[in-house]
């Protein structure tokens, strides 16, 4: 089994940066992909940011440029730097991992990050 924890959301300005950090435990020995996704009100859950195990990221391009997913393997650790924040980024903000084997995929429990304008 895999447990995820996330914090570091909250409320923050418009134009302001918050970290999100999201710690992995369990079977995690074979991780692939760790990722960050956002659920707005009234919208489905969506990506915004993955890293594989070599250190490839992807992001969506509502986010590209003021977002930065990292891993810190010997924490088993996934973080999300969001800078230059936007209302539109307002959510439920969760953590995704990938495992390859067995397979599986696991979710944290969401952390809320809210912007205001």
């Known amino acids: 089994q895999v447990q995820l924890v996330e914090s570091g959301g909250g409320l923050v300005q418009a134009g302001g940066s918050l970290r999100l950090s999201c710690v992995v435990s369990g079977s995690i020995s074979s991780i692939n992909v760790m990722g960050w996704y956002r659920q707005a009100p009234g919208k489905q859950r969506e990506s915004v940011a993955i890293i594989t195990s070599g250190g490839s990221t992807h992001y969506a391009d509502s986010v590209k440029g003021r977002f930065t997913i990292s891993r810190a393997n010997a924490e088993n650790t996934v973080y999300l730097q969001m800078n230059s924040l936007k209302s539109e980024d307002t959510g439920v903000y969760y953590c995704?991992?990938?495992?390859?084997?067995?397979?599986?995929?696991?979710w944290g429990q969401g952390t809320q990050v809210t912007v205001s304008s």
């Open positions: 995704n991992v990938i495992r390859g084997f067995p397979p599986g995929s696991y």
